[in-house]
């Protein structure tokens, strides 16, 4: 049989595996039956360094030796046993697992597996090949297996760890827009003067339709545009805080669970959790806004729903007795802004109706 003829057989063989391994992926979408038994990660993390090592053999193949069809084939044969014992765990793994955690694992080991296929079919293509490039591209997916792989060991255990880096993520993506808000500008005579001049300067070098310089322009705030931007400020500063106290009073709580004085937590953390990815979601919405022309309507509709996931939380917090004075004084500070700033986006509405009214009036002489 020629090379032709045995790259065919082992690429039949690569479809097989390849298609029982999307097979078992399918199970793994759903979590395991709490009735199962329960998987310790550790346990994943083992087959995953077993799994680095088969892939380590795979590309010991290609040491620029010629392949033999044989070898690849029980190489290959080796490497989806181990992985296949690998999705099979990760999915014992899910059991009590929450929506968050069950995300995570399944990421984590979607990833090993998609690298995986990477390796295997390059395998496979380059099988007869005298293409320098293709055989050093081997070493090198051999190691984004391993990556992929190691990254199992930084991947959540438990429904509380995967909880608590989400809700930090929140709070990463708070300060994000935060930090873009603090750069926002006012606009100056003297500053619109620099913008045109350095408009007119670069016209004459640069196409008509280039026209970058003039848009940083538009970035620059009216006073009364500025003024809703430093209140929003504020606002987002002070949900920032109260994300933060969330997050300490879920700590607070997890250490009675631990003391076996709080239990069946992963529901009411899982709500807390998408209550407070719902604040994030409207605090981008609310920066995106502050940039002119500001859309008014969209940052009351922020602002409101702000103030309803808050209270949300409030009630959810009290009803698994985590609230703390300190919380709901947080909590009080920052609905009493965000009254603030619908007060002051409420005139600001006001005038902007104004003006086309004083456009159409008619003057009769």
């Known amino acids: ?205 640069k196409p008509e339709s280039d026209d970058s310089d003039v848009d940083d322009l538009g970035n620059d705030l009216s006073p009364e545009e500025m003024k809703i931007a430093q209140l929003s400020t504020v606002v987002v500063s002070e949900t920032l805080a109260v994300v933060n106290k969330l997050i300490r009073a879920i700590i607070g709580l997890l250490r009675q669970e631990n003391q076996g004085a709080f239990s069946n937590s992963t529901d009411s953390l899982e709500r807390l959790l998408k209550l407070s990815q719902a604040i994030g979601s409207q605090v981008d919405e609310l920066g995106a806004c502050l940039y002119p022309p500001q859309e008014i309507l969209v940052m009351k509709a922020a602002l409101e729903k702000i103030s309803a996931a808050v209270g949300e939380i409030q009630i959810e917090l009290e009803r698994i007795k985590g609230s703390s004075e300190d919380f709901v004084q947080a909590c009080t500070n920052l609905k009493s802004l965000i009254r603030q700033l619908e007060s002051e986006l409420g005139c600001s509405n006001a005038n902007d109706l104004l003006v086309p009214k004083m456009e159409n009036l008619v003057v009769n002489s």
């Open 1 to 205: 049989m020629g090379s032709e003829g045995e790259r065919e057989q082992l690429n039949h063989a690569l479809i097989g595996y390849l298609n029982t391994v999307h097979e078992t992926l399918q199970v793994l979408d759903q979590t395991a039956a709490s009735s199962s038994e329960k998987v310790s990660w550790n346990e994943v993390i083992q087959m995953g360094e077993q799994l680095s090592k088969q892939a380590t053999m795979v590309g010991m193949l290609w040491n620029g030796e010629k392949v033999e069809v044989k070898a690849l084939e029980e190489n290959m044969a080796a490497y989806f046993n181990i992985l296949q014992g690998l999705l099979l765990l990760s999915h014992g793994s899910t059991v009590g697992a929450g929506p968050t955690l069950a995300s995570c694992i399944h990421a984590s080991v979607k990833q090993v597996v998609d690298c995986s296929f990477v390796l295997m079919k390059e395998s496979v293509s380059s099988y007869g090949s005298s293409s320098k490039t293709q055989n050093l591209s081997i070493p090198q997916l051999v190691g984004t297996v391993w990556e992929s792989c190691s990254a199992l060991k930084k991947t959540p255990s438990t429904n509380v760890t995967a909880i608590g880096r989400a809700m930090t993520q929140v709070t990463v993506s708070i300060k994000d827009v935060l930090r873009e808000m603090k750069e926002l500008k006012a606009a100056s005579s003297d500053l619109e003067e620099e913008f045109k001049d350095k408009a007119s300067e670069e016209a004459e070098s």
